[in-house]
């Protein structure tokens, strides 16, 4: 199977776990509902945050969330681009590992996307792109969180610990220079 599919495989099972996990808690959980997991280190906590990671707003206005939802779109566009670019011209030279963690943030940047196109005019709320992200982690040192984020954040941390030579521009046979046309 070709890494395309692959990866496009992988999108598709994270984003179906995201939506599965959302929307139970949206239709069994009344918003503010919390349920000790394990103790206080992880509760599952019904939220519904209209703003970005950890409810960063950039306003209330109507022109603050449509710009949200076009900036998601933009994103999710770009990254589509890049692992294909990658996939296309650089396919000796890019790591596998680079392919999955951008799988992890498309995912996660699609996820969120659904929520806020969709899940307002689903449930009567809100137009198309006005709707709010649903959230339902909790740690004492985080804010709540989904699935969706939690796939980025790991994406990030995955790729800044065991992909830096990468992205610095250095390949593992050696530490030479990639060279870039």
Known sequence: M???WKITLLVLGLL???QVVKVVVKTTMTPGETTNVLGRWLQLIFVE??????????????????ALSLFRLVAIGGLVWYDAYLLRRKRE???WGI????GLVLAGAIGNMIDSAFYGMIWGYAPFLYGNVVDMFKM?????FNLAD????????????????YLVGSDKKGDKKIETK
């Open 2 to 4: 070709k890494k395309g």
């Open 16 to 18: 179906v776990i995201d």
């Open 49 to 66: 945050n209209d703003g970005a990671a950890g409810g960063l707003t950039f306003g209330s206005s109507h022109w603050a969330k449509l």
């Open 93 to 95: 030279t890019t790591p």
């Open 99 to 102: 392919h999955v963690a951008l």
């Open 140 to 144: 004492p040192f985080t804010f709540v």
């Open 150 to 165: 939690l796939y980025i954040v790991i994406a990030v941390a995955y790729t800044v610990l065991f992909q830096w030579k």
